[in-house]
């Protein structure tokens, strides 16, 4: 799927079917937040596959639907403060990780403790593991996974950390809102309602950032997959 018309519906309809999903289960919005985060690991650990088993000359299964960087694409990966070094697939799990502990303290403080029910927490987790595969079957029809095989392995996983920026850019949004309403609620009234769409709000904020970067990428990728590149 080449075509950026194609892409752009594409990532509009994943995002539809899956709001779609979650209204008519009536489930909260905070599952798709979870979907968002889950499909981190899939994405990198998928780019690590593929460098993997081109590093060892063999062709990968995922390989077709990964592009090259264009002209725009910059390989920006996570560093280690005190070495420089690049971080490794076991950091970004660690980053990752670490990104769901900073959603799990922003919720706990605007919507309270109720969601780490296990009765809560395992059916939403699930709910959201499968929304996450439909959103990583769309990084693949789409090829927003980018792989340059010049590269080194650090470098194209920097490639693929966009996601996890804007995740960090919602949670951000997301304190602020738990900030800003805290204020409110001391100078007008204890409402203990007034953060109910705290979930939504990180989620719209994610969303509408990840979408306006896919689809500039989209109109803006000058690159295709592997095997149209190795004709030139």
Known sequence: MDSPVLKTTSHVVIATLSIGMLLLTEANPRVLLYAHLLVLPMTMTTAWYIVAKRQLNRVALFESASRQPGL??????????????????????????TVMFMLGIVLLL?????????????PELAFATGIAVLFWIDDLATKQIIIDPKKD????????????????????????????????????????????????????????????????????????????????
């Open 72 to 97: 725009h694409d910059r390989g920006k990966p996570y560093r280690n403060e005190k070495t420089r070094e690049k971080a490794s697939l076991a950091g970004y799990y660690g980053i990752i990780a």
């Open 153 to 232: 392995m650090g470098t194209n996983l920097g490639y693929n950390t966009p996601a996890l920026n804007f995740m960090l850019a919602a949670i951000f949004l997301g304190g602020l809102a738990v900030l800003a309403a805290s204020f409110v609620q001391v100078l007008i009234s204890d409402n203990p309602e007034l953060l109910t769409w705290l979930d939504w709000f990180i989620f719209i904020s994610l969303t509408v950032l990840k979408l306006i970067f896919q689809i500039n990428r989209d109109i803006r990728s000058e690159s295709g997959g592997f095997a149209a590149l190795s004709k030139r």
């Open 110 to 122: 605007g919507r309270g403790a109720d969601f780490l029910a296990a009765d809560v927490l395992i």
